[in-house]
C-alpha cells in the first residue's frame, strides 16, 4: 500500500476543501457581481481550464489581486496566484497602453521628476483629467500623487551617504517608486530614524521598481528583468555586509518576498529572510534589546491605523501596531481590516473605479467617524486612496516613529556618540 | 395493482445506454414504446466505465470483430452525438519492459481492422501529451476519445421519449405475464411507490438489463449464459492528461487512462464475480493500489494528484451460445430471439457488446422486433440521424460564463432551453462542476429528475472535488421547490452524502480525507442528518 501513503497532490488548488471563506473574505464579490469570486475563479476554475482555455473568464481581471483569500484559507491554497497566473496564461489581449504606462513605474518617474511641477499642475488639469479618462481610461475621478522636484537617491547621495559607513550596524533600503520619485520624505524619515538606532543606510547598488504593477498587468516578461536585478542587488548588498534589506512599503516587499517565487517562479530562498519591512526589523530589535527609541514628551496624537492587504498577508501588522502604539502620547485605533479598494493600478482604470471605491466605502465611513488627527498604514497606494477617499492626510509609521522620536534622547539610549 | 392503459408494440427492459438506444430506435421505427429501469438510468454498467471512446485498435490483435465494430461505431458517434464525444486522441504507448515487437503486430491488426493507426516518434507523443510517461520507447497513434455515457443515454431516452414511448424509471420487472408460451407482457415492482404491482402488455419484450439480464432470463424460463467481471477503476480530481493513454501489450490491468469532462479515469482490473456480488460493488484496496501502482507507469504525475473517488462496474460477459459451459466468452454483440432460440415467443435478448457499439446492439434487437412484429419496412435511422443536443453548435460565442459554456459541453445544442435570464438562473449550485440553478430547473423538467442521485448523472452535480458537500443541500431546496417533499429531499441528501462517501472511502487519506471530513461535520453535526433512519424519519 506505499502508493497511498506517498499519494499527496503536489498541485496547491487540489488542496481546496472548498469551505469557501476566500469567497465570503473577498472584497471584491459583494460589489461586483461579474466578479465569480476567489474560490470559483481560482481552484473551482482551474481544473476547468486544465481541461481547456475556453473556460478563462475576462471577468478574473476584477480581481484585486490583495490575496485577502490567501490568509483566510485553512489549507494554504494559493488562490490569490492561481487567479493571476490564469489572466497572465489565458488572456488573449496584449496589456494596453494604459496599464502599460500605469505600470512603468520608473519610466514615468523618471521622466515626470525632471518637470515634476509642470507634470503635477498638468495631470491635476480638468481638461487633462477628461482626456486621460476618455482616451486612456484612466478615471478622472483619480488624483494622481505628486511628482518630486529631487529624488530621493540624488538627495541620499548628496546629503547621507557618506556618513553611513560608521554606524555599527548596515542595512540597506529598498525605498521603491513613490519614496524615490513622489515622496522622498519618507526615505529620509527612514535614514533619520535608522542613524538615532545606531543603523547606517545604504542603497542597493542598482535599484528597479519592485515590479507589482508589471506582474498584475501582465508584463511578466518586463518583471522578470526587473526582478533579476533587484534579486542581484539585494545578493550583493547581503554578502557585502547587510544585516537585511528593507523597504517601507508593504507591496514592495510583499512582491520581492513572495511574488517572486510565486509568480515569476524566481527563487529567492537564499535572500528571502534577509528582505523584510522596516517596522519589522524594528520592532525584532527593539524586543531583543538591542536598541531602544525614546518618544518626545510633548508629542500628542490620535492615530487611526489601516492595515493594508499585503501587511496582513505577510503577518507583519502587529510590528506597525506594536511600534505605533509604544508612542506614550499616541491614542491607536486599529481599524476594522478592511481593503481600501484601490490595489495599486487597479483603482485606476475607469472600469474599476466604482468597484474601487464601494470596497473602501466602509474603511472611509469608519475614518470619518473615528476622526484621528491622522492616519497610518504601510502602503502608498492605500495612502493615496484614503487622502483622495476622506478629509485625512495618511503617514507611513516610519514617518511617525521618526516625528515622535527625541533624537538625542534616542542616540544617547543607543549609546551613539557619532 | 395497476394495470398501464396502453398496450405496447414492445416493452425494453434495462435504463442503460443499450436499452435507452433501443427504446430510440424502436420508437424512430414508429413502433409503441415502453422502456423500464428499475432505479436510474445509467444505474449499471453504462455510469461505470472509463467514457472511453475506443478506436477499436485495443481488440485489433485479438478479436478483429469487435475491433471493426468499433471503429465503424466510433465514425457513427462522432456524427450523431457530437456533444457527447470529445475528439482527444489516444496513444497507445510502449514502455521498456514492454515488447516493442508487439508494436508492429499492433499497427498491422489496426490497418487490418480498419483503424487508423500510426507508429510515431516517443519525442513526439511526449509533446502530444506532456504526462505520459517520459520513458517510453514507442507509440501509436490511434483516433481513442472520450464518451460521457451519461449524456449519452439520456439522449437517446429523451429522444425515445420525443418520438412517443414511454418513460418508467423506479420499476423493476419481477415477473413476466406468459400465455403458455408466449410472453405477453411485464409485472413491476413500483419502488417510488411502496413496492405497488404494475402490469403493462406488449407483443414483444426485449430484455436488455445487462449483466441482470442473465436473472431476468431465468425469470422468463430461459437461459443465457453470463458472468459478472468486475471492473474497478480511480477517478482523478483533474485532468492530469488530454490524450487517451493505452499500454501498447496485451490487455491487461489499469492500462488505460482516459481524460473525461474535467477529471480522468485510470482503469481497469478484471474479475469474475458471483452474482450475490453484482449489486453491491466494493473497491478494496489491493484494487487501488494496482490502480495506482500501473497507472503510475502510463503518467507519473498520477502519483502525486488527489484521487477524487474509486468505483466498479460488472460487465456482462456472455457465453458464446454454442457452448452451455460457458469456457469460451464473447466480447462481440448477441442478439437472442428466444422464440427460434427456446420456443418462447415474445421475447428477445440483446447482450454481450460494449458501450460502444450500444448503437448497433440497439439496432440488431430493433431489426429483431420489427422482424417479430413483420414491420421490417422501417428502416434504422440511428447511423444518420444526431441525437438531440448534438446539432452543430455556433452559440459558444454568445456564452460568456464559464457556467454556461460548461452547460453547453453538457447539453449541446439543447443548453440554449436552460432558463439564463436572470441572475437567479446563473447562480451556481454545483460550483465545481458549474451547474447553475437554471441547469437544475431544466433537469427537472425535462431528464428524468425525481430525487439528487438522477440529478448527478444528469448534470455532473456533486462529481466535483467536494463531492456534494456544498451543492447537494442548494439542489435539495430546488427539488423540495417542485414537489413540496423535505422529508424525502433530506433523505435524499443524506443518501447523496453516503453514496459519494462510498466512493471516497477506498482512497480517503490526505485532501480526501479531510474534504470528507468537513463534509460529515457539515451535514451529520451541523445538520443532524446523522439523526435521520432509513425511512428519512427524525430519531
Request: charged content about 25%; glycine content about 8%.
Given at each position: 500500500m506505499d502508493f497511498q501513503n506517498e499519494n499527496i497532490s503536489r498541485y496547491n488548488f487540489e488542496q481546496c476543501t472548498k469551505c469557501t471563506v476566500c469567497t465570503v473574505v473577498c472584497p471584491v464579490t459583494p460589489v461586483n457581481p461579474r466578479y465569480p469570486g476567489p474560490k470559483q475563479a481560482g481552484p473551482d476554475g482551474e481544473r476547468y481550464r486544465l481541461k481547456d482555455s475556453v473556460f478563462f473568464d475576462e471577468a478574473f481581471k476584477y480581481c484585486l489581486n490583495c490575496k485577502r483569500c490567501e490568509v483566510a484559507c485553512p489549507s494554504d491554497v494559493r488562490i490569490g496566484d492561481i487567479i493571476l497566473a490564469a489572466r497572465i496564461a489565458h488572456t488573449k489581449s496584449r496589456p494596453s497602453l494604459r496599464d502599460t504606462m500605469l505600470a512603468e513605474t520608473d519610466l514615468m518617474g523618471s521622466l515626470a521628476t525632471i518637470c515634476a511641477p509642470v507634470v503635477n499642475t498638468t495631470l491635476a488639469m480638468?481638461?487633462?483629467?477628461?482626456?486621460?479618462?476618455?482616451?486612456?481610461?484612466?478615471?478622472?475621478?483619480?488624483?494622481?500623487?505628486?511628482?518630486?522636484?529631487?529624488?530621493?537617491?540624488?538627495?541620499?547621495?548628496?546629503?547621507a551617504e557618506s556618513l553611513q559607513a560608521d554606524y555599527p550596524r548596515q542595512v540597506s533600503y529598498f525605498h521603491g517608486c513613490y519614496v524615490n520619485y513622489n515622496y522622498p520624505d519618507l526615505g529620509k524619515a527612514f535614514v533619520r530614524l535608522f542613524n538615532?538606532?545606531?543603523?547606517?543606510?545604504?542603497?542597493?547598488?542598482?535599484?528597479?521598481?519592485?515590479?507589482?504593477?508589471?506582474?498584475?498587468?501582465?508584463?511578466?516578461?518586463?518583471?522578470?528583468?526587473?526582478?533579476?536585478?533587484?534579486?542581484?542587488?539585494?545578493r550583493k548588498a547581503i554578502s557585502g555586509g547587510s544585516e537585511a534589506v528593507l523597504a517601507t512599503s508593504s507591496t514592495c516587499c510583499f512582491t520581492l518576498r513572495d511574488e517572486y517565487p510565486h509568480m515569476l517562479g524566481l527563487d529567492n530562498a537564499d535572500v528571502r529572510p534577509s528582505i523584510t519591512l522596516a517596522v519589522a526589523y524594528l520592532a525584532r530589535l527593539i524586543e531583543?534589546?538591542?536598541?531602544?527609541?525614546?518618544?518626545?514628551?510633548?508629542?500628542?496624537?490620535?492615530?487611526?491605523?489601516?492595515?493594508?492587504?499585503?501587511?496582513?498577508?505577510?503577518?507583519?501588522?502587529?510590528?506597525?501596531?506594536?511600534?505605533?502604539?509604544?508612542?506614550?502620547?499616541?491614542?491607536?485605533?486599529?481599524?476594522?481590516?478592511?481593503?481600501?479598494?484601490?490595489?495599486?493600478?487597479?483603482?485606476?482604470?475607469?472600469?474599476?473605479?466604482?468597484?474601487s471605491q464601494a470596497i473602501g466605502a466602509p474603511l472611509f465611513e469608519q475614518i470619518e467617524r473615528v476622526r484621528p488627527d491622522f492616519v497610518a498604514t504601510d502602503c502608498e497606494t492605500c495612502k493615496w486612496q484614503i487622502e483622495m477617499s476622506t478629509l485625512q492626510r495618511v503617514y507611513n509609521p516610519i514617518e511617525v516613529l521618526a516625528e515622535a522620536l527625541d533624537f538625542d534622547a534616542t542616540r544617547k539610549a543607543n549609546n551613539l556618540n557619532i | 395493482?395497476?394495470?398501464?392503459?396502453?398496450?405496447?408494440?414492445?416493452?425494453?427492459?434495462?435504463?442503460?445506454?443499450?436499452?435507452?438506444?433501443?427504446?430510440?430506435?424502436?420508437?424512430?421505427?414508429?413502433?409503441?414504446?415502453?422502456?423500464?429501469?428499475?432505479?436510474?438510468?445509467?444505474?449499471?454498467?453504462?455510469?461505470?466505465?472509463?467514457?472511453?471512446?475506443?478506436?477499436?485498435?485495443?481488440?485489433?490483435?485479438?478479436?478483429?470483430?469487435?475491433?471493426?465494430?468499433?471503429?465503424?461505431?466510433?465514425m457513427i458517434l462522432r456524427r450523431i452525438a457530437a456533444n457527447c464525444v470529445e475528439d482527444t486522441g489516444g496513444l497507445f504507448i510502449t514502455l521498456p519492459e514492454d515488447d516493442l515487437d508487439y508494436q508492429n503486430t499492433f499497427v498491422k491488426s489496426c490497418l487490418a481492422a480498419g483503424i487508423q493507426a500510426e507508429a510515431i516518434d516517443p519525442d513526439?507523443?511526449?509533446?502530444?501529451?506532456?504526462?505520459?510517461?517520459?520513458?517510453?520507447?514507442?507509440?501509436?497513434?490511434?483516433?481513442d476519445g472520450s464518451i460521457d455515457p451519461f449524456r449519452l443515454t439520456m439522449a437517446n431516452v429523451y429522444d425515445a421519449r420525443i418520438h412517443g414511448a414511454d418513460i418508467l424509471t423506479y420499476h423493476e420487472v419481477t415477473d413476466f405475464i406468459r400465455s403458455g408460451s408466449r410472453i405477453e407482457g411485464v409485472v413491476m415492482c413500483d419502488h417510488r411507490n411502496s413496492g405497488h404491482e404494475v402490469r403493462a402488455t406488449a407483443d414483444v419484450v426485449v430484455n436488455a438489463a445487462g449483466i441482470w439480464g442473465h436473472l431476468l432470463a431465468e425469470k422468463a424460463g430461459v437461459s443465457v449464459k453470463m458472468f459478472p467481471a468486475k471492473g474497478a477503476l480511480l477517478v482523478f480530481g483533474h485532468r492530469v492528461n488530454n490524450v487517451v493513454i493505452n499500454r501498447c501489450r496485451k490487455p491487461a490491468n489499469a492500462d488505460i487512462l482516459v481524460p473525461g469532462d474535467t477529471v480522468c479515469v485510470i482503469g481497469t482490473t478484471s474479475d469474475r464475480v458471483s452474482f450475490d456480488e453484482v449489486d453491491r460493488m466494493d473497491v478494496s484496496p489491493e484494487e487501488v493500489d494496482v490502480l495506482l501502482r500501473e497507472g503510475i507507469k502510463l503518467a507519473p504525475s498520477l502519483a502525486t494528484t488527489r484521487i477524487l473517488r474509486a468505483y466498479a462496474g460488472v460487465r456482462p460477459l456472455v457465453a458464446s451460445d454454442d457452448d452451455p459451459s460457458g469456457r469460451s466468452i464473447s466480447r462481440g454483440i448477441v442478439c437472442l430471439d428466444h422464440a427460434s432460440r427456446d420456443g418462447l415467443e415474445g421475447f428477445v435478448t440483446i447482450t454481450g457488446g460494449k458501450l460502444m457499439t450500444y448503437r448497433l446492439m440497439a439496432e440488431w434487437a430493433t431489426d429483431t422486433v420489427c422482424r417479430k412484429l413483420g414491420r421490417e419496412s422501417a428502416g434504422c435511422v440511428t447511423a444518420e440521424l444526431p441525437l438531440p443536443g448534438s446539432e452543430p453548435i455556433d452559440a459558444e460565442a454568445s456564452r460568456?460564463?464559464?457556467?454556461?459554456?460548461?452547460?453547453?459541453?453538457?447539453?449541446?445544442?439543447?443548453?440554449?432551453?436552460i432558463p439564463s435570464a436572470y441572475a437567479?438562473?446563473?447562480?451556481?449550485?454545483?460550483?465545481?462542476?458549474?451547474?447553475?440553478?437554471?441547469?437544475?430547473?431544466?433537469?427537472?423538467?425535462?431528464?428524468?429528475?425525481?430525487?439528487?442521485?438522477?440529478?448527478?448523472r444528469r448534470t455532473r452535480l456533486g462529481m466535483g472535488t467536494c463531492q456534494g458537500q456544498l451543492c447537494v443541500c442548494r439542489a435539495a431546496a430546488i427539488l423540495e421547490k417542485h414537489d413540496n417533499c423535505t422529508d424525502r429531499?433530506?433523505?435524499?441528501?443524506?443518501?447523496?452524502?453516503?453514496?459519494?462517501w462510498k466512493g471516497m472511502r477506498p482512497v480517503a487519506w490526505g485532501d480526501n480525507l479531510a474534504e470528507s471530513q468537513l463534509t460529515a461535520w457539515l451535514y451529520g453535526n451541523v445538520a443532524g442528518l446523522d439523526s435521520l433512519d432509513d425511512s428519512g424519519e427524525m430519531n
Amino acid at each position: 500500500m506505499d502508493f497511498q501513503n506517498e499519494n499527496i497532490s503536489r498541485y496547491n488548488f487540489e488542496q481546496c476543501t472548498k469551505c469557501t471563506v476566500c469567497t465570503v473574505v473577498c472584497p471584491v464579490t459583494p460589489v461586483n457581481p461579474r466578479y465569480p469570486g476567489p474560490k470559483q475563479a481560482g481552484p473551482d476554475g482551474e481544473r476547468y481550464r486544465l481541461k481547456d482555455s475556453v473556460f478563462f473568464d475576462e471577468a478574473f481581471k476584477y480581481c484585486l489581486n490583495c490575496k485577502r483569500c490567501e490568509v483566510a484559507c485553512p489549507s494554504d491554497v494559493r488562490i490569490g496566484d492561481i487567479i493571476l497566473a490564469a489572466r497572465i496564461a489565458h488572456t488573449k489581449s496584449r496589456p494596453s497602453l494604459r496599464d502599460t504606462m500605469l505600470a512603468e513605474t520608473d519610466l514615468m518617474g523618471s521622466l515626470a521628476t525632471i518637470c515634476a511641477p509642470v507634470v503635477n499642475t498638468t495631470l491635476a488639469m480638468k481638461p487633462v483629467k477628461y482626456i486621460m479618462d476618455r482616451t486612456l481610461g484612466i478615471d478622472s475621478h483619480r488624483r494622481f500623487p505628486k511628482y518630486a522636484g529631487t529624488k530621493f537617491v540624488t538627495w541620499f547621495r548628496r546629503n547621507a551617504e557618506s556618513l553611513q559607513a560608521d554606524y555599527p550596524r548596515q542595512v540597506s533600503y529598498f525605498h521603491g517608486c513613490y519614496v524615490n520619485y513622489n515622496y522622498p520624505d519618507l526615505g529620509k524619515a527612514f535614514v533619520r530614524l535608522f542613524n538615532a538606532v545606531g543603523v547606517g543606510v545604504h542603497l542597493l547598488d542598482r535599484e528597479r521598481c519592485c515590479g507589482v504593477a508589471k506582474i498584475s498587468n501582465r508584463l511578466v516578461k518586463e518583471a522578470t528583468r526587473d526582478a533579476k536585478i533587484n534579486l542581484d542587488a539585494v545578493r550583493k548588498a547581503i554578502s557585502g555586509g547587510s544585516e537585511a534589506v528593507l523597504a517601507t512599503s508593504s507591496t514592495c516587499c510583499f512582491t520581492l518576498r513572495d511574488e517572486y517565487p510565486h509568480m515569476l517562479g524566481l527563487d529567492n530562498a537564499d535572500v528571502r529572510p534577509s528582505i523584510t519591512l522596516a517596522v519589522a526589523y524594528l520592532a525584532r530589535l527593539i524586543e531583543s534589546g538591542d536598541i531602544k527609541l525614546v518618544f518626545r514628551d510633548d508629542y500628542r496624537r490620535r492615530i487611526a491605523y489601516h492595515t493594508p492587504c499585503h501587511m496582513e498577508r505577510m503577518g507583519y501588522t502587529q510590528y506597525s501596531i506594536g511600534l505605533l502604539s509604544s508612542i506614550p502620547g499616541v491614542e491607536l485605533i486599529v481599524l476594522n481590516p478592511n481593503c481600501c479598494g484601490i490595489a495599486g493600478t487597479y483603482g485606476f482604470k475607469k472600469e474599476n473605479y466604482q468597484t474601487s471605491q464601494a470596497i473602501g466605502a466602509p474603511l472611509f465611513e469608519q475614518i470619518e467617524r473615528v476622526r484621528p488627527d491622522f492616519v497610518a498604514t504601510d502602503c502608498e497606494t492605500c495612502k493615496w486612496q484614503i487622502e483622495m477617499s476622506t478629509l485625512q492626510r495618511v503617514y507611513n509609521p516610519i514617518e511617525v516613529l521618526a516625528e515622535a522620536l527625541d533624537f538625542d534622547a534616542t542616540r544617547k539610549a543607543n549609546n551613539l556618540n557619532i | 395493482m395497476k394495470e398501464l392503459d396502453r398496450h405496447y408494440d414492445v416493452i425494453v427492459i434495462g435504463g442503460g445506454a443499450t436499452g435507452a438506444g433501443t427504446a430510440r430506435d424502436c420508437a424512430l421505427r414508429g413502433l409503441k414504446v415502453l422502456l423500464v429501469e428499475r432505479f436510474d438510468f445509467t444505474h449499471g454498467a453504462t455510469g461505470r466505465n472509463h467514457g472511453l471512446l475506443h478506436s477499436g485498435a485495443r481488440y485489433a490483435v485479438t478479436d478483429s470483430e469487435s475491433a471493426r465494430e468499433c471503429i465503424e461505431e466510433n465514425m457513427i458517434l462522432r456524427r450523431i452525438a457530437a456533444n457527447c464525444v470529445e475528439d482527444t486522441g489516444g496513444l497507445f504507448i510502449t514502455l521498456p519492459e514492454d515488447d516493442l515487437d508487439y508494436q508492429n503486430t499492433f499497427v498491422k491488426s489496426c490497418l487490418a481492422a480498419g483503424i487508423q493507426a500510426e507508429a510515431i516518434d516517443p519525442d513526439l507523443a511526449r509533446r502530444l501529451e506532456p504526462s505520459v510517461n517520459p520513458g517510453l520507447i514507442g507509440a501509436v497513434k490511434v483516433p481513442d476519445g472520450s464518451i460521457d455515457p451519461f449524456r449519452l443515454t439520456m439522449a437517446n431516452v429523451y429522444d425515445a421519449r420525443i418520438h412517443g414511448a414511454d418513460i418508467l424509471t423506479y420499476h423493476e420487472v419481477t415477473d413476466f405475464i406468459r400465455s403458455g408460451s408466449r410472453i405477453e407482457g411485464v409485472v413491476m415492482c413500483d419502488h417510488r411507490n411502496s413496492g405497488h404491482e404494475v402490469r403493462a402488455t406488449a407483443d414483444v419484450v426485449v430484455n436488455a438489463a445487462g449483466i441482470w439480464g442473465h436473472l431476468l432470463a431465468e425469470k422468463a424460463g430461459v437461459s443465457v449464459k453470463m458472468f459478472p467481471a468486475k471492473g474497478a477503476l480511480l477517478v482523478f480530481g483533474h485532468r492530469v492528461n488530454n490524450v487517451v493513454i493505452n499500454r501498447c501489450r496485451k490487455p491487461a490491468n489499469a492500462d488505460i487512462l482516459v481524460p473525461g469532462d474535467t477529471v480522468c479515469v485510470i482503469g481497469t482490473t478484471s474479475d469474475r464475480v458471483s452474482f450475490d456480488e453484482v449489486d453491491r460493488m466494493d473497491v478494496s484496496p489491493e484494487e487501488v493500489d494496482v490502480l495506482l501502482r500501473e497507472g503510475i507507469k502510463l503518467a507519473p504525475s498520477l502519483a502525486t494528484t488527489r484521487i477524487l473517488r474509486a468505483y466498479a462496474g460488472v460487465r456482462p460477459l456472455v457465453a458464446s451460445d454454442d457452448d452451455p459451459s460457458g469456457r469460451s466468452i464473447s466480447r462481440g454483440i448477441v442478439c437472442l430471439d428466444h422464440a427460434s432460440r427456446d420456443g418462447l415467443e415474445g421475447f428477445v435478448t440483446i447482450t454481450g457488446g460494449k458501450l460502444m457499439t450500444y448503437r448497433l446492439m440497439a439496432e440488431w434487437a430493433t431489426d429483431t422486433v420489427c422482424r417479430k412484429l413483420g414491420r421490417e419496412s422501417a428502416g434504422c435511422v440511428t447511423a444518420e440521424l444526431p441525437l438531440p443536443g448534438s446539432e452543430p453548435i455556433d452559440a459558444e460565442a454568445s456564452r460568456s460564463t464559464a457556467g454556461e459554456k460548461a452547460a453547453v459541453g453538457r447539453h449541446g445544442t439543447l443548453a440554449s432551453r436552460i432558463p439564463s435570464a436572470y441572475a437567479s438562473d446563473r447562480a451556481l449550485v454545483c460550483e465545481c462542476e458549474e451547474v447553475s440553478v437554471g441547469e437544475v430547473e431544466y433537469a427537472v423538467n425535462n431528464l428524468n429528475v425525481d430525487n439528487l442521485l438522477n440529478l448527478r448523472r444528469r448534470t455532473r452535480l456533486g462529481m466535483g472535488t467536494c463531492q456534494g458537500q456544498l451543492c447537494v443541500c442548494r439542489a435539495a431546496a430546488i427539488l423540495e421547490k417542485h414537489d413540496n417533499c423535505t422529508d424525502r429531499h433530506l433523505n435524499g441528501i443524506r443518501q447523496f452524502v453516503n453514496e459519494r462517501w462510498k466512493g471516497m472511502r477506498p482512497v480517503a487519506w490526505g485532501d480526501n480525507l479531510a474534504e470528507s471530513q468537513l463534509t460529515a461535520w457539515l451535514y451529520g453535526n451541523v445538520a443532524g442528518l446523522d439523526s435521520l433512519d432509513d425511512s428519512g424519519e427524525m430519531n
